[in-house]
C-alpha cells in the first residue's frame, strides 16, 4: 500500500484547509486510514481515523467539532476537511494506513502552517 498526501499550506488563523490521502497499491489490506500530525519540536499525535469499509470515523479530542474525516471509495481517497485552524494546528500532516495490526503504511506528510 502507497499513501500520497497533500493539500497543505498558508493559512490565516480562523481558515480552512483539506487535506487528501491517495492510496494506492493492495488497498484491499486496508482496514482503516487516519491522519497524524507532528508540531514542532513536538512528538507525532493521532487525529482521526475512517474504516475503509463501512466509513466509521473516530476523532481526538482537540478535533472534534472542527475536523472532519471523509472518504471517496471511487477515488481511493481520504479527505481531512480542518476548519477554524490556530496556531496550534501548524503541524506536519501525515496519513497512514491501518491493517488490522498497527499502522503499517506511512505518507510522506504535507505541512500546514497556521498564521495568528
Known amino acids: 500500500v502507497q499513501l500520497q498526501a497533500c493539500g497543505g499550506g498558508l493559512v490565516q488563523a480562523g481558515g480552512s484547509l483539506r487535506l487528501s490521502c491517495v492510496a494506492s497499491g493492495q488497498t484491499s489490506r486496508i482496514y482503516s486510514v487516519g491522519w497524524f500530525r507532528q508540531p514542532p519540536g513536538k512528538e507525532r499525535g493521532y487525529v482521526a481515523h475512517?474504516?475503509?469499509?463501512?466509513?466509521?470515523?473516530f476523532y481526538g479530542e482537540f478535533a472534534k467539532g472542527r475536523f472532519t474525516i471523509s472518504k471517496n471509495n471511487g477515488k481511493n481517497t481520504v479527505y481531512l476537511q480542518m476548519n477554524s485552524l490556530n496556531a496550534e494546528d501548524t503541524a506536519v500532516y501525515y496519513c497512514?494506513?491501518?491493517?488490522?495490526?498497527?499502522?503499517?503504511?506511512w505518507g510522506q506528510g504535507t505541512q500546514v502552517t497556521v498564521s495568528s
Open positions: 497512514a494506513a491501518h491493517k488490522g495490526a498497527g499502522w503499517h503504511y
Open positions: 475512517i474504516l475503509w469499509n463501512g466509513g466509521g470515523t
